[in-house]
């Protein structure tokens, strides 16, 4: 874990990343744990329109950003997310198209299979 400042939800959430990864032996787990504990300019940002363009090579999977969800860019098929941030407009457009969009905790609690799951960078 980084050294400097963050939010002390932040730190907590890298925490339990890191208890899921240990319990559960999933290499996933760690690997979102490392990549939330970059400095928040390096986080992923991550625009709708990459998300659809990737939902349509790989239907069914969870699309999982350490990092925001932007709201650039348009959808046209039902999305399920899973991340740190989000914009209200990219909510709006997810949830427009029957899409779910979750936080990293509740990704956790739901216990998705590893090959459900795609680390959008």
């Known amino acids: 874990m980084r050294k400097t400042m963050a939010k002390k939800s932040t730190k907590e959430l890298i925490v339990s990343l890191e208890k899921h990864g240990k319990k559960t032996k999933k290499k996933i787990w760690k690997s ?3 990549r939330l504990a970059k400095p928040t300019r390096i986080r992923a940002k991550v625009n709708v329109d990459k998300l659809n363009k990737l939902a349509k090579k790989q239907k069914g999977k969870i699309f999982v950003v350490p990092g925001k969800v932007l709201a650039m860019g348009v959808i046209d098929m039902q999305l399920n997310v899973a991340c740190f941030e989000y914009s209200a407009k990219a909510k709006e457009k997810i949830e427009s198209q ?6 990293l905790t509740e990704l956790i609690e739901s216990k998705p299979k590893e ?5 959008v960078q």
Request: net charge neutral; hydrophobic share 50%; aromatic share 0%.
């Open 98 to 103: 029957k899409g779910k969009i979750i936080s």
């Open 32 to 34: 979102l744990a490392e």
């Open 115 to 119: 090959s459900e799951m795609v680390i």
